[in-house]
C-alpha cells in the first residue's frame, strides 16, 4: 500500500472548537505536509514541516512531527464551517515518491 | 501564475475511446505528476516527470500513457479503459524533488468510463 494511516478517519466537532488529526507515516521522510481537500476537488497545500523541526505554526494551524514515531499531527484551533473537508499528510522524501495518507474527513457543526 | 490547470474539468468515454487528460503549469516546476484518486480514498501515484523524463511509473497499466512534451506541459493519453478507471485524476507540480515548498495540485478531471 502506498499510504500512510491517519486517524481518526472522521471527525465531528461544533465550530470553535479544536481539531486534531494524527498521521503515522513509513518512509524515511526529509518533510511532512499536510493538505486539505473539499469535496471532489483538488487539493490545497497547507503546510510543511522539515525532518528537523518539530513543531511548526500557520495562523490556525499547527503542526508537530516526531522522527522518532515517525508521526505528525495537524491541529486547526478555533474551527469554522469552512474547515469541513478532508485533510490529509504526505511523506517528502528524495525520490519524488510522494505518498499521502489514508486522510481524515472532519465535518465542522455551525 | 501560481496554478496547475486542468482540462478539461469532466470527461465522459466509453471503453473503446482514446481521449487524453492534459496539464498545464508556468510556475517554473521541474517535476511533475499524475495521481489517480476513487472516491473516500487517498490519492495514489501513477506517475512521475523530472525535468521532462519520466522517473517513476507505479506500475499503472499500459492502456495510461504519460507524456511531457515540455517543461511546463503534462499529458495523460487513454485508450481502452474499463470502467474501474473511472476516477479524478490530479495532476501535480513541484520544485524538484519534494524538498521544496509544498506540491501544487490542479482541480482535477472527473473521468468516467462507460
Known amino acids: 500500500s502506498q499510504q500512510g494511516e491517519e486517524d481518526p478517519q472522521a471527525l465531528s466537532i461544533q465550530e470553535g472548537e479544536n481539531a486534531t488529526m494524527n498521521c503515522s507515516y513509513k518512509?524515511?521522510?526529509?518533510?511532512l505536509q499536510w493538505y486539505r481537500q473539499n469535496s471532489g476537488r483538488g487539493l490545497v497545500h497547507l503546510i510543511l514541516?522539515?525532518?528537523?523541526?518539530r513543531e511548526k505554526h500557520s495562523g490556525r494551524l499547527r503542526v508537530t512531527l516526531d522522527t522518532s514515531k515517525k508521526s505528525s499531527s495537524l491541529l486547526i484551533t478555533a474551527s469554522r464551517a469552512a474547515d469541513t473537508a478532508s485533510y490529509f499528510c504526505?511523506?517528502?522524501?528524495?525520490?519524488?515518491?510522494?505518498?499521502f495518507g489514508s486522510g481524515t474527513k472532519l465535518n465542522v457543526k455551525p | 501564475d501560481t496554478e496547475v490547470t486542468q482540462t478539461p474539468k469532466h470527461l465522459v468515454m466509453g471503453m473503446t475511446n482514446k481521449k487524453s487528460l492534459k496539464c498545464e503549469q508556468h510556475?517554473?516546476?521541474?517535476?511533475m505528476y499524475w495521481y489517480k484518486q476513487k472516491a473516500k480514498k487517498p490519492p495514489e501515484l501513477m506517475f512521475v516527470?523530472?525535468?521532462?523524463?519520466?522517473?517513476i511509473n507505479e506500475s499503472v497499466p499500459s492502456r495510461f500513457s504519460p507524456e511531457c512534451p515540455n517543461s511546463s506541459l503534462l499529458n495523460l493519453h487513454l485508450h481502452a479503459l474499463q470502467p474501474e478507471d473511472s476516477a479524478l485524476y490530479l495532476c501535480?507540480?513541484?520544485?524538484?524533488?519534494?524538498?521544496?515548498?509544498?506540491?501544487?495540485f490542479g482541480s482535477g478531471t472527473r473521468l468516467t468510463v462507460v
Open positions: 516527470y523530472s525535468y521532462e523524463k519520466l522517473s
Open positions: 504526505a511523506e517528502g522524501n528524495n525520490f519524488n515518491k510522494f505518498y
Open positions: 510556475m517554473g516546476h521541474r517535476a
Open positions: 514541516i522539515r525532518s528537523n523541526e
Open positions: 518512509t524515511s521522510i526529509n518533510n
Open positions: 501535480a507540480s513541484s520544485q524538484d524533488r519534494g524538498q521544496g515548498d509544498g506540491y501544487t
